[in-house]
């Protein structure tokens, strides 16, 4: 059976990202990263949750060490997460080049568990502005893991959502069964999701042009 | 002042590697990585000395997960180093992708140190037989970090001994200078270096036809 390493934070775009590599007949390896974000312990309930309901076999990988880097609002407490709305241009979320490090490590896993396939839920056009979301990154990532492995090895990087609008991803996770109430989104550390950073807003905005319910509980709703 | 993250392992190459940065002008950001490999207490005493030889600022990374993947003789204790002589093929001690994982951390924490460079050791012509250490998959990496990184992020994998044979670093080591007492390349958790797993018989090959005496101490000497 083909197998494939999901990379799952437990928010909504790798939950849709994962039930797409199941449904494409892939056998599941989720794969999870503590990076000393804010909502590490919410994140990785998520994760949990979401790997049972697919059979996976997971893997929890610490990257502690993110807090040392620092740079990011994400993991670094004295930056505070921005509430006022989206603005244009690269967010203090961003984290330098985390999903170059989560790659990586992704393909380490998936060369020593002979997976062909590597599963990542980026979106690049109605995204967040990371640089690390781009498909010319993705394309180039691909190249170099295929270069850096052994020459059997054959990893390619699946990027399902990355040209789809967020209500498109909400569309399609809902028609596709995703468990979208055990998802988390929020980029803060609150035990509701606060409805007000930027990843609440875009996840939000995703349901309301979808035109339909959000599950998850919200402390505020902007309109 | 430009400033440049070198990867310094503690051994004979990315010490010297350390070294060329350091002799073309750059600060010296000096990274290592703990990844529960055999050596890593004996490592990262060489990479302290070494760097403080240098005046370097200083990370030490935390990459304990490797113990889970495993699939390494440098990480699985359940695989024995090889010491009967290097065998043609990508060898057991092979960790997956793993200067893929060391280079994307340097280059996280080259954005956030504002570095233009970073300086690997590796060696494509006379080495290990590693796929993480040919030309084409450094320059590959080099292309994904500066896509997946901000805009204004610009970094240059520098790679001063990829084309050297193990006698021509000896001796340019011993030119420049380079505290080569103070490194330690051993695969092997002794006290004193085995003298017989590889990366031993690479160095010793290196001193012997380099016609230099090394200054540490073996258990064997295989002639």
Chains 1, 2 share one sequence.
């Not at 994400?74 to 505070?80: C, N, P, S």
């Not at 399902?160 to 069964?177: F, H, N, Q, R, Y």
């Amino acid at each position: 059976m083909k197998r494939a390493i999901c990379i799952l934070s437990g928010g909504m775009d790798s939950a849709t990202a994962s039930y797409i590599a199941k449904r494409d007949g892939y056998d599941i390896v989720a794969l999870h990263f503590c990076y000393s974000q804010r909502t590490q312990q919410r994140e990785l309930k998520a994760f949990n949750d979401i790997a049972d309901t697919l059979g996976a076999k997971k893997y929890v990988i610490d990257l502690g060490f993110f807090e040392n880097i620092g740079a990011s609002a994400l993991v670094d407490k004295d930056i505070e997460v921005p509430t006022g709305g989206i603005a244009p241009g690269v967010p203090v979320t961003y984290v330098p080049f985390r999903n170059g490090i989560f790659l990586s490590v992704a393909a380490a896993i998936a060369e020593k568990e002979g997976a062909e396939a590597i599963f990542i839920g980026v979106v690049e056009e109605d995204s967040s502005g990371y640089p690390d979301c781009r498909k010319s990154f993705i394309e180039s990532m691909e190249r170099s893991i295929n270069l850096g492995t052994r020459d059997e090895t054959n990893i390619e990087i699946k990027t399902p959502l990355i040209d789809l609008k967020k209500e498109d991803i909400v569309t399609l996770a809902s028609k596709m069964g995703v468990p979208l109430e055990l998802t988390w989104s929020c980029y803060k550390e609150s035990e509701t999701a606060c409805g007000v950073c930027d990843s609440c807003r875009l996840r939000l905005k995703g349901f309301k042009k979808a035109k339909l319910k959000d599950p998850i509980p919200y402390m505020i709703k902007v309109e």
